[in-house]
């Protein structure tokens, strides 16, 4: 044996006792998680899933890595790898405290279903569903631990469907978590070359993420909007001919399906994000860094919405977000959607909250208070 192979069968056995360690110490960490969730079983109305913790667990850990790299002068671990291990350690043993089922706008590889496994880890078990309003469904029935749904695009903005179905006041769930994920498109084809394509599959959010580099390469594809990127793949599936047809969809959908990939990274804007809400039958604790969704309508006189907004901006609290949607009750009448800095819990959120719902005609409904997200 050469000194080569020596030092390398030397540090071998060294990362080997290394993962016998890790090994040991995530084994530790699950009975301490078995352990949590006995004493939560002994009171009722304790969720087993509290995204305040897990956001404080993964803010500490990516402080940690930030200083090991500062003072040990050590080339530092990428913050998403660090993330990725410790979201699958929670998940796992999350799932030891409580199996836990989730609801996704499916099927398997759409971003929605990446999304939640990101928030999930891969232990829980995944549900996938054919449309957004079976989703809140399935949670508000209690069939779902929790659902994931896409809220809105960072170039495309909100989500429609989604918005009115949040907007159901009968509706009784909450948002609870949110996700930020970094989206990346690809033209999936067996055609030579992109001007070849004639028809073109993908969700209408997809086609509108990538609607500049379509006239641009593709100027005479005729676009289908269907239910999903994954559901794009499939249509590309049954073409005859394939040739002309494509689909635009993520790495994992091509992967899956064994299509190739034409051209990557086909989005008009490359630090292209959706943002995804996790909802269930409650929403979080304060985390120390959140925000708080609200929906909220007013009679239409002039200065309706200042008056709504007026008293936030009067308590300092900053405003993320705010969308019209139509209330579908009546014509030219609307409902608005806001994000706020807080926790619905601060006093100062409280009072502002209360102060709307003592104006004469409005409407204000707190749809969850919720950790911050960073992207993906």
């Known amino acids: 044996m050469s000194d080569v192979e020596r030092a390398l069968q030397e540090l071998r056995a060294a990362i080997d006792a290394v993962d016998d360690e890790l ?3 995530i084994y530790r960490r699950a009975r301490l998680a078995a352990k949590v969730g006995e004493h939560k079983q002994n009171h009722d109305n304790v969720p087993f899933y509290v995204p305040s913790r897990e956001a404080a667990i993964i803010r500490r850990l990516l402080a940690r890595n930030a200083e090991r790299a500062a003072t040990a002068h050590e080339t530092k671990i990428p913050d998403e790898a660090i993330h990725g291990i410790f ?3 929670i998940g796992a043993c999350l799932a030891l405290e409580h199996p836990m089922q989730i609801a996704y706008l499916g099927p398997e590889g759409t971003f929605t279903h990446t999304a939640a496994t990101r928030q999930f880890g891969s232990t829980a078990r995944y549900v996938s569903c054919g449309h957004l309003e079976k989703i809140f469904d399935e949670v508000e029935s209690g069939r779902a631990s929790y659902g994931v749904v896409p809220v809105e695009n960072a170039f495309e903005g909100a989500v429609g469907e989604t918005l009115d179905l949040f907007a159901q006041v009968e509706r009784q769930v909450y948002v609870c978590a949110e996700i930020q994920l970094a989206i990346h498109h690809h033209l999936l084809s067996w055609a030579r070359e992109p001007a070849e394509i004639r028809t073109i599959y993908s969700h209408p959010q997809a086609l509108a993420q990538c609607q500049q580099w379509i006239q641009d390469q593709c100027p005479q594809a005729t676009l ?3 239910e999903s990127t994954a559901k794009a793949a499939e249509m590309l599936l049954r073409e ?4 002309g047809a494509a689909a635009i969809a993520s790495l ?3 992967e899956r399906r064994a299509i190739p990939v034409l051209a990557a990274n086909i989005e008009d804007h490359h630090d292209n994000t959706t943002r995804f809400f996790v909802i269930g039958q409650h929403d979080s604790p304060p985390s120390g860094e959140d925000k708080t969704a609200l929906v909220m309508s007013i ?3 002039p200065g309706a919405l200042y008056r709504l907004l007026e008293p936030f ?4 609290i900053g405003l993320t977000r705010i969308e019209s949607r139509p209330s579908k009750r009546k014509l030219w009448e609307y409902v608005f959607f806001a994000d706020i800095q807080g926790h619905r819990d601060d006093a100062e959120v409280c009072a502002a909250i209360g102060e709307v719902e003592a104006m004469p005609g409005s409407l204000i409904k707190v749809l969850g208070s919720y950790p911050v997200a960073r992207p993906l």
Request: one cysteine or more; aromatic letters at 0%; glycine letters at 8%.
């Open 224 to 226: 289908m909007a269907v």
């Open 299 to 301: 009679k239409d006189v």
């Open 23 to 25: 090994l040991a110490l």
């Open 87 to 89: 979201r699958e350690i």
């Open 252 to 254: 994992e959908v091509a």
């Open 240 to 243: 005859d001919g394939r040739c």
């Open 313 to 316: 901006a009067r308590r300092g």
